[in-house]
């Protein structure tokens, strides 16, 4: 089995619950408050979406990043036995990262919005008709788009999170025992749906502060915002911190194809 240091299953699984839920809601909120705006007076009005910028930061900020930081500081507890630091500058940084990223959704919804618009002009559509397929953009249930939305954000952020936290945690303990030359493992889930170049990264060690290599990509970490979104979106990999000369034991090291 994998080392114990190595983050549970369980933590994952919570946390991509938590944030989808938080993600989600939030979600639907914003767009029943953009509906009301963008669909007055039985028009459609796409620069509205803007006026509720505020909103949506504020949801993020308050409700979704706190689910993320929750996961982070779990495995960082679990790594390595004790607290995170709350004042710790990496941390925060990679916080607000997230933040950053999911702020953008109106900007989106504009653009989808737009695009209907777009679409029912050169249909030669009606106005309600053109007006009834904004409605579905901006509906939690006009289509599968903000459920599948919700479980890709809690999966990226979540697995993120999750190896963030192990590798913050790795280079604080290595900091504090004078490792100067400490390791880490890329783990690639053993399954049909793990995407070519991860599996060749199954694997692959690397100092600790040195990205590994994964297709044309370096990252830092399995699920590495900074990464290009092909090796990062939906990815289900794992680091795991070594020191010089650990050898690992392999046997039952992943979920096999049709047991997750």
Known sequence: MLPARLRALSV???????????????AREFLDRVRGDVRRDGGVDPSRVSDHQEFWTDAVNVTVVPTVAETLRRVMRRVSGNAPVPSDPWVSDFLNDAGNRMVRLPDEIY??????????IQNGDALPTVAQAVDRVLSVSGSERWHGRARTVARTETLAAVNAGAFRSAELEAQARGDVAPFKVWLATDDARTRKTHREADGQRT??????????????????????????????????????GETIDWT???????TE
């Open 111 to 120: 653009g989808l919005i737009v695009a209907e618009v777009e679409r029912g």
């Open 207 to 244: 100092l600790l502060r040195e990205p590994f290599r994964v297709g044309t990509a370096s990252l830092l970490y399995p699920g590495d915002p900074h990464g290009p979104a092909q090796e990062v979106i939906n990815c289900r990999c794992t680091l795991l911190p070594i020191v010089l």
């Open 252 to 258: 039952d090291r992943q979920y096999r194809e049709g």
């Open 12 to 26: 994952i699984t919570d946390g991509e619950r938590r944030t989808g839920r938080a993600w989600f809601r939030s």
